[in-house]
């Protein structure tokens, strides 16, 4: 018995289109889930604060968990990679990072601690002002 080439068994001028589509789309899918799998990132919020300073009239502190406006507050990751924002006037500094194991610094008073990011997280980062 004679095999037959796949196309002839098709019918009509567009049976090589269909049967390229039909081999190709599997591995289409295939890949596309790889590469958002390897893109994926997290957020990480870090909240930096500031206490202490002077004693007012009332007798409180001049600052109490007052946010580090503008201070800049820098990731590191284990490659020594790394990504900076300004901490803004609700106390935050946002990143979208790959998980990983990072040092975070707050560049005002040189605060820093080590982050696990496995997904989405925030860390407090204080300040105390002397």
Known sequence: MRSLPVMTLLPGA???VVLVA???LPLAACGSSSVEA??????LVVHVTLSGGPMGRDGRMALSDSPDVNDLVTVTGPSRHTWS?????DGDATFRLP????RVSAGNCGA??????RGDAQVSLHCDVP
């Open 112 to 117: 820093r601690r080590a982050v696990r990011l």
């Open 22 to 24: 039909l081999l190709t």
């Open 14 to 16: 567009a049976a090589p």
């Open 38 to 43: 390897s893109t994926s990132r997290s957020r």
């Open 99 to 102: 998980a990983g194991t990072y």
């Open 85 to 89: 924002a300004r901490v803004g006037r």
